[in-house]
C-alpha cells in the first residue's frame, strides 16, 4: 500500500497544477496579482522609495520608483482588474498604488506622463469620476506640454544621451498624446490638441519607411528644425523593424484616428498592420520575435509585450474600419489565444506577473525573455476590450 502514495500524491499534484494552468484570464490575474503585493510588500521593506513591480532580473522581482516611466502600469492592472471584476477589492488595491505616483505631475524632466498618468489615473478617473484625478491628469498634461519644441513640432523624448543626439524623439512618444487629447476633451484648451496633432504629424514625416516600418529614435537639430539622425535604439540595427517599435505606432495611430477623426492617421494604422502581419518572419501565433530583423530567428527571443499591445490595437482598429471588421478581430483573438495557451505564467510563480517572454532592452542585455509590467497591462487591455466588443 505504501507503494502506492508516492504515485497518487503525483498523480494529485499533476492533475491540480494541470487545472490551474486552465483557469480563467481574471482568476489567474488574480490568483497573481495576490502573490504579487507579497512580493511587493517585502521588495518595498527594503526600499520604500520602489512604488511598483517592473519586471524580473535574474529570477528576482525589480521594483521602480515614481519617476520610471513603467511605474503606471502596475496600478492601471489593478484598475483593469476592477473593471473586468467590479470586485472593490480591486478598487482599493489601485487606489492604493495609484497614490504613490501623484508626485510625477510636475516632473517636467521626461516624456512618458502618458504612461505613468493615464495608465493609472486615467484610468481611475473613467472608472471613478473622482475629481482629484482629474484636476492631476490636467496638471500632467500641462507639464508634458512643457517638452513641445515649436520649430520641431515635436514633444522632446529623452533628456539623456546628448552626446548622441540634440533632440530625440522615439516613436513610444506617440502613446503620451492619448492624455493630450484626453485633457483638450476636458478643457478645451485647444493648447493641448495642437501639441498632439503636431507631434503626430512630424512623427508621422519621419518615422516611417516606405514600406511603413519605423525607426525608433529621430534625432532633429533645434536650430533648423529637421530630422537629422535616423536610428533604432533598442532594436537590431538602425534600418531593422523593432519589434514593440512597430507595435507602438500601431497602437498609437488608432488612437489618433479615434480621436481626430483624420483619415491620415487610420491609413498609416492599417499600413503598419499590414507590414507586421504580411512580414515573413512573423510567427504563426502572431507572437512576433523581439525584432523582425533578428539574425538569429527562428532562434530570438519573443516579445510577449509587442504581441499584447498588437491585440488591444487590432480590436480597437475592428471598431473603426466595419469592412474589416471581422478581420481584426480575428487576429486579436488569435493572438490573445496563444498568449493565454503558451505564454502565461503558472500560477503562483513569477511574482505574480501573468505573461512571460516580453524583451525590453536587448542590445542592453537586460530584460530578454522575461515577464514585463506593461505586457500584462494591454494583455488586460486586449481582455477588457474583447469583452466589450462581446457585450456590444
Not at 477623426?261 to 507586421?276: D, P, R, S, V
Request: glycine share 4%; charged share 20%; proline share 5%.
Amino acid at each position: 500500500m505504501k507503494k502506492l502514495v508516492f504515485p497518487l500524491l503525483l498523480w494529485s499534484f499533476l492533475l491540480q497544477t494541470q487545472a490551474q494552468n486552465k483557469l480563467p484570464p481574471l482568476d489567474h490575474a488574480a490568483l497573481q496579482f495576490k502573490l504579487a503585493f507579497k512580493a511587493i510588500d517585502q521588495a518595498k521593506t527594503k526600499n520604500g522609495n520602489l512604488v511598483s513591480p517592473r519586471s524580473l532580473r535574474e529570477d528576482t522581482l525589480f521594483m521602480v520608483p515614481s519617476r520610471d516611466w513603467t511605474s503606471g502600469f502596475f496600478s492601471g492592472n489593478l484598475w483593469y482588474m476592477y473593471e473586468l471584476s467590479g470586485d472593490q477589492f480591486w478598487q482599493q488595491k489601485a487606489r492604493e498604488f495609484t497614490a504613490n505616483l501623484e508626485r510625477e505631475k510636475t516632473n517636467g524632466t521626461t516624456h512618458d506622463m502618458g504612461f505613468k498618468m493615464y495608465c493609472s489615473y486615467g484610468n481611475g478617473y473613467r472608472l471613478t469620476n473622482d475629481a482629484s484625478y482629474r484636476n492631476i491628469l490636467i496638471e500632467s498634461a500641462r507639464t508634458l506640454c512643457t517638452r513641445f519644441h515649436p520649430k520641431i513640432g515635436s514633444l522632446r523624448s529623452w533628456d539623456h544621451s546628448k552626446d548622441k543626439w540634440d533632440f530625440p524623439v522615439i516613436i513610444d512618444n506617440m502613446m503620451n498624446l492619448e492624455l493630450l487629447f484626453w485633457a483638450f476633451k476636458q478643457t478645451q484648451d485647444s493648447l493641448f490638441y495642437k501639441v498632439a496633432v503636431s507631434h503626430a504629424n512630424t512623427t508621422m514625416q519621419n518615422h516611417f519607411r516606405p514600406d511603413y516600418s519605423s525607426y525608433h529614435v529621430v534625432g532633429y537639430d533645434v536650430n533648423s528644425g529637421k530630422a537629422i539622425q535616423k536610428n533604432t535604439h533598442q532594436g537590431y540595427s538602425h534600418e531593422s523593424a523593432w519589434a514593440r517599435g512597430q507595435s507602438w505606432g500601431l497602437y498609437a495611430y488608432t488612437m489618433c484616428y479615434r480621436e481626430t477623426g483624420k483619415k491620415e492617421y487610420l491609413q498609416l494604422a492599417e499600413n503598419i498592420a499590414q507590414f507586421i502581419l504580411n512580414h515573413p518572419n512573423l510567427p504563426k501565433d502572431l507572437v512576433p520575435y523581439w525584432d523582425f530583423n533578428a539574425p538569429s530567428i527562428p532562434n530570438a527571443p519573443r516579445d510577449a509585450s509587442a504581441a499584447a499591445l498588437m491585440a488591444a490595437a487590432f480590436y480597437e482598429l475592428s471598431t473603426l474600419v466595419p469592412a474589416k471588421a471581422k478581420f481584426y478581430q480575428q487576429k486579436a483573438d488569435k493572438i490573445l489565444h496563444n498568449l493565454t495557451k503558451n505564454y502565461r505564467t503558472a500560477p503562483n510563480t513569477h511574482a505574480g506577473f501573468l505573461l512571460t517572454q516580453s524583451t525590453g532592452h536587448l542590445p542592453g542585455k537586460h530584460e530578454i525573455n522575461v515577464p514585463i509590467v506593461y505586457a500584462d497591462y494591454y494583455y488586460l487591455e486586449a481582455l477588457l476590450r474583447k469583452k466589450n466588443l462581446r457585450k456590444n
